[in-house]
């Protein structure tokens, strides 16, 4: 695993449960601001149920994609409180 790799990994394994960051946000804290599809490739290939990568959503507040289907994804983040109106996050 990559330097960046790792860094993803710890950044996204802090958001708090009923919290979630975007890809972007996730990759300028990681160091590498232009790289949120890279943070979404590595998230796409995580198995670790440590790292809650269902947090992690688009910048234009829809979900995005999730290793476990996008419905899964929803059902976690409403489960959590996270608050998605039309298929968007408004509370983070």
Known sequence: ????S????????????GE??????VAALAGSPGAARA???????NRDPEIPCHRV???DGTPGGYNQGS????RKLKEEGVILSQAKIIRR
């Open 1 to 4: 695993m990559g330097l960046f």
């Open 20 to 25: 979630t960051m975007s890809y972007a946000q």
């Open 57 to 59: 959503i688009r910048s």
């Open 6 to 17: 790792e860094r993803v990994r710890r950044i996204v394994k802090d958001i708090p449960r």
């Open 39 to 45: 943070v979404g490739n590595i998230m796409k290939s």
């Open 71 to 74: 419905t899964e994804k929803v």
